[in-house]
């Protein structure tokens, strides 16, 4: 992300089947990372924020992913590192589509498969966000109603080294 740590960023998503009440309106995010981590992906619903974060040198040992999910300045509801490159508990694809396309990073944990995804969708524009599926079913699709702060995409996938998705997705 470019300038300060002071710049705010403005999205909201719906928590849907995790029933958390949320606020209609959204909450500045200063810091969706930690010092020394590099925003890979961010966005902030009324009242909780979803991050996606890079941290570590070149050697894909020692960079590492962080996913967060919680209430600003509060400790993470859900938190899940993982190295990148082979083996990484991350993987990535792309998705062409007819006036558009898309991008996502995926994890599993505890039986739940997250997905963290930015598509263009023709005649919506951007559609962002994270969904959560157990056993193929989704669960809730948490969308961003504002542009995330996001570096989803071949290249960064390929910087990454992150591995490829086995299973298809779409918003």
Do not use: N
């Amino acid at each position: 992300m470019q300038g300060t740590s002071k710049k705010l960023l403005w999205v909201a998503i719906s928590l849907g089947a995790y029933g958390t009440a949320l606020a209609d309106r959204p909450v500045a995010v200063t810091a969706p990372c930690e010092a020394g981590e590099t925003v890979v992906f961010a966005c902030s619903t009324g009242s909780k924020q979803v991050s996606l974060c890079e941290a570590g040198g070149s050697d894909d040992s020692e960079r590492r992913l962080s996913y967060r999910f919680g209430r600003p300045g509060d400790p993470a509801d859900l938190s899940y590192q993982a190295a990148t490159g082979k083996g990484s508990g991350f993987q990535a694809a792309t998705v062409p589509l007819s006036g558009g396309g898309g991008a996502w990073i995926e994890f599993s944990h505890r039986r739940h498969r997250y997905v963290v995804f930015s598509f263009w969708v023709r005649g919506e524009g951007e559609v962002s966000g994270v969904a959560v599926e157990r056993s193929g079913q989704r669960l809730s699709t948490l969308s961003c109603r504002e542009p995330a702060v996001s570096r989803l995409g071949p290249d960064y996938f390929s910087s990454a080294r992150l591995p490829a998705a086995r299973q298809d997705f779409l918003p």
